[in-house]
């Protein structure tokens, strides 16, 4: 079905690797894309420069919405807290997660479906190799779907479509990478620098993804942790 087919979708725009999977995913459905972005006081705001080049890429409308976490705090993404050291296997919520951040960004793009007569929303949380977030599982999921619907007008019907969910970071990577994703337009790194750190929970994820899925990770890191210099060196 091609892009003039009618199916439209509002996918949130993080800039990251998810989020880009799940949009390449739904353009090669033949989705007519609407991209959401959120300015919400996060330290890494160089990923809004990545979703702008992202949707410059795809060629899409891309909205950036401004809205202030910072007000509410209680994370270090979003407060004057360190960010934790990047720890595989994390089971404990990390000091990263931001509370309610999904339940407002999907609030948003709710609203604006509902104005638009969009039904799919799309996202790209993940409930395999993520980092203990509550707002990622696929309760969460179906219960705010279900939330959106009893809160809407009801002129269609809105699904909360996460492609993504039950797929490890390798998997991701490998249909990013057969969709021809521009990961090297991504930018996941909680710390925000040009460079990605290679140390937080984010850069440790997304490098273990890439290494088990045999690809190299074309973005720059300041350093790289010790399994994947170790899978560098076997690639030599």
Do not use: W
Not at 160 to 169: E, W
């Amino acid at each position: 079905m091609g892009r003039g087919s009618g199916m439209k979708a509002i996918v949130l725009m993080s800039g990251g690797l998810d989020s880009t999977t799940v949009l390449a995913y739904a353009i090669s459905k033949g989705y007519e894309i609407t991209g959401l972005s959120f300015d919400y006081g996060q330290r890494h705001k160089i990923e809004l420069e990545s979703s702008k080049k992202i949707a410059e890429f795809y060629g899409i409308n891309r909205n950036v919405f401004k809205i202030d976490l910072r007000q509410i705090g209680g994370s270090s993404l979003t407060d004057k807290i360190e960010i934790e050291k990047g720890k595989i296997g994390r089971e404990e919520v990390p000091n990263t997660y931001v509370p309610a951040r999904n339940i407002i960004f999907l609030s948003i793009a709710g609203g604006y479906a509902d104005v638009a007569h969009i039904d799919d929303i799309m996202i790209g949380v993940n409930a395999v190799d993520y980092s203990g977030y509550p707002d990622c599982r696929p309760d969460f999921i179906s219960s705010m779907e279900r939330t959106l619907r009893l809160g809407l007008s009801g002129s269609h019907n809105i699904q909360i479509i996460a492609p993504l969910q039950h797929m490890s970071k390798s998997e991701i990577i490998k249909m990013g990478m057969n969709l021809k994703a521009p990961y090297e337009l991504t930018h996941s790194c909680y710390r925000g620098g040009t460079k990605a750190c290679g140390k937080c929970d984010s850069c440790l994820l997304r490098l273990k993804g890439f290494m088990e899925a045999g690809y190299f990770d074309p973005i720059e890191y300041e350093e790289y942790p010790e399994f994947y210099n170790k899978y560098l060196q076997t690639k030599k």
